[in-house]
């Protein structure tokens, strides 16, 4: 059931408390936890624990859209069972598998299904080992092996990557989309931890500590492996920050909290504009956070309720988010209800769905015979600056311009080109750096606009929250053989 403002949904799944808004309740006296979700929000896997009736032990579980938990299949010979992350479609789940009655027999599994469950790992007899992140694409498996990092490929063959020079124990915490970038820490005798990154071109290199916190772990990285989350401690008094790397292997520390508050890393988007986590106090009370290049900190249920979480409704107490989508629109976690058991709860942004109106009506064919459209996905919320443009049926390969105006009119043909356009008054070409692009061989190209550097006479204009604005693509085209120009259809966004 959707929120009765349409922008948020919000979804306890299991056992709601009292002050939670619950949309699905399924009634199910267990402890359940989240640990990741596919890359459109409708895949949580986690864990799960029954507390009326024995054995009261750990099984891997998947909740798909309905809400309804499946517990995935033990492999043989295990008894216990966890879910650390799931592919981008939600199809393919890794995690661990272990005996309560030989704890020392961990082994990393991945399950093509709920209920295929194939053990990794290479040595005889086997080895420790865990399994704590899988590409978007499902292609590659990282975690750990005899107490060194690893992955395997789809074919379960085990590759070791090693330490940093001087260690001896290592492990990898999670890889991008196509499992190319790993991240995770190296440490030495005294188990003093260095963050990591590991390509396959240059291996394993050190990401430097921040000054001050010397001790750091990479856990997260966005789809292009580019921008780095981790988090890093003090050598003395055991204080954490949490920090980034972008395109380098030098830290910026996320500051404007209180240097006594403990912070936990739950995930990050794949942009690496959003981060998710809790920050808890010296009393243990938790604050869910979100961090965006743009605001820098916010507490958790204020960046909802700006998103469009209605007044009335809130996260439940105790919420701690563990996992993002990759688009960011879709957070999930869980919270600690009476006597530590636990709940897991989804807050989707709807807000970031189609923002648009078509104007000026269906756009001129082009050479492939279609007519180019144009789309705006998003939030209309000017404070967001979170609003892409995307033009699809454009000729692949084709260089593609977008322009934008606040008047529209009749449409008109300009000289050289066989498309119309609408927009009138100023028309402002968005054809800065990075913003040109050719369309792909599916003929959609897009571009993330800067609301608050669209460009103006003399310089920018910051668009203003009660404008309304017009967009369209401009595409090379050819027709009858001849080089020319088309444009696509017209978007309108009302921005709020």
């Known amino acids: 059931m959707r929120s009765a403002h349409p922008h948020l949904l919000v979804a306890f799944l299991a056992v709601s408390s009292a002050q939670a808004q619950a949309t699905l309740e399924l009634g199910l006296p267990d402890m359940?936890?989240?640990?990741?979700?596919?890359?459109?929000?409708?895949?949580i896997v986690g864990w799960r624990i029954p507390v009326l009736a024995p054995p009261f032990l750990l099984s891997g579980v998947v909740l798909g859209p309905s809400g309804l938990p499946l517990t995935v299949t033990h492999p043989a010979g295990f008894d216990i069972t966890g879910l650390n992350d799931v592919t981008d479609d939600g199809s393919t789940f890794v995690g661990l598998a272990n005996n309560a009655s030989s704890p020392t027999s961990v082994r990393a599994v991945r399950w093509d299904g709920a209920s295929n469950p194939v053990l990794l790992g290479t040595s005889s007899p086997p080895a420790p080992s865990l399994a704590n992140g899988i590409s978007g694409d499902g292609a590659f498996v990282v975690g750990s092996h005899d107490n060194l990092a690893a992955r395997w490929?789809?074919?379960?063959?085990?590759?070791?990557?090693?330490?940093?020079?001087?260690?001896?124990?290592?492990?990898?915490?999670?890889?991008?989309?196509?499992?190319?970038?790993?991240?995770?820490?190296?440490?030495d005798a005294g188990f003093c931890v260095r963050a990591f990154k590991w390509t396959r071109v240059d291996g394993m290199v050190e990401l430097l500590a921040p000054a001050g916190?010397?001790?750091?772990?990479?856990?997260?990285?966005?789809?292009?492996?580019?921008?780095?989350?981790?988090?890093?401690?003090?050598?003395?008094?055991?204080?954490?920050?949490?920090?980034?790397?972008?395109?380098?292997?030098?830290?910026?520390?996320?500051?404007e909290i209180p240097v006594s508050w403990t912070p936990s890393l739950a995930s990050m988007s794949g942009d690496g504009r959003l981060i998710f986590g809790t920050w808890t106090t010296p009393a243990g009370?938790?604050?869910?956070?979100?961090?965006?290049?743009?605001?820098?900190?916010?507490?958790?249920?204020?960046?909802?309720?700006?998103?469009?979480?209605?007044?009335?409704?809130?996260?439940?107490?105790?919420?701690?988010?563990?996992?993002?989508?990759?688009?960011?629109?879709?957070?999930?976690?869980?919270?600690?209800?009476?006597?530590?058991?636990?709940?897991v709860w989804r807050a989707h942004d709807g807000s970031r769905d189609?923002?648009?109106?078509?104007?000026?009506?269906?756009?001129?064919?082009?050479?492939?015979?279609?007519?180019?459209?144009?789309s705006a996905a998003g939030s209309p919320f000017v404070a967001a600056n979170d609003v892409t443009l995307r033009a699809e049926s454009v000729p692949p390969s084709a260089l593609t311009?977008?322009?934008?105006?606040?008047?529209?009119?009749?449409?008109?043909?300009?000289?050289?080109?066989?498309?119309?356009?609408?927009l009138q008054g100023h028309v402002s070409r968005l054809?800065?750096?990075?913003?040109?692009?050719?369309?792909?061989?599916?003929?959609?190209?897009?571009?993330?606009?800067?609301?608050?550097?669209t460009p103006a006479p003399g310089g920018t204009?910051?668009?203003?929250?009660?404008?309304?604005?017009?967009?369209?693509?401009v595409y090379r085209d050819r027709w009858l053989g001849a080089p020319t120009f088309n444009f696509s259809s017209a978007a309108e966004v009302i921005y709020r």
Do not use: K
């Not at 936890?33 to 895949?43: H, I, K, L």
């Not at 965006?292 to 916010?298: A, F, H, L, V």
């Open 431 to 453: 054809n800065g750096p990075d913003q040109l692009s050719l369309s792909g061989l599916n003929g959609a190209v897009e571009l993330r606009l800067d609301l608050m550097g």
């Open 285 to 343: 009370a938790d604050f869910p956070y979100v961090w965006s290049s743009g605001s820098g900190y916010e507490d958790l249920d204020s960046y909802l309720h700006r998103y469009g979480l209605p007044s009335g409704q809130s996260l439940p107490a105790a919420a701690r988010p563990q996992a993002v989508s990759r688009d960011g629109r879709t957070v999930v976690g869980d919270q600690s209800l009476g006597n530590s058991v636990e709940d």
């Open 32 to 43: 359940l936890g989240a640990t990741a979700v596919s890359a459109d929000g409708s895949v």
């Open 354 to 374: 189609a923002i648009h109106r078509v104007t000026c009506g269906a756009a001129t064919p082009n050479s492939t015979g279609v007519p180019a459209s144009l």
């Open 401 to 422: 311009m977008f322009v934008a105006s606040q008047s529209i009119g009749a449409p008109t043909v300009p000289m050289g080109s066989v498309g119309s356009i609408c």
């Open 213 to 255: 916190y010397p001790y750091c772990r990479g856990t997260h990285l966005s789809d292009d492996g580019a921008v780095v989350v981790g988090i890093a401690s003090s050598a003395i008094s055991a204080l954490y920050v949490v920090c980034v790397w972008r395109d380098s292997h030098v830290p910026t520390v996320l500051t």
């Open 461 to 473: 204009y910051a668009v203003m929250a009660g404008e309304t604005w017009h967009y369209q693509a």
């Open 153 to 187: 490929d789809s074919s379960g063959q085990l590759q070791i990557l090693g330490t940093l020079p001087g260690d001896v124990g290592s492990y990898a915490a999670s890889t991008n989309g196509d499992g190319s970038v790993i991240v995770g820490a190296s440490r």
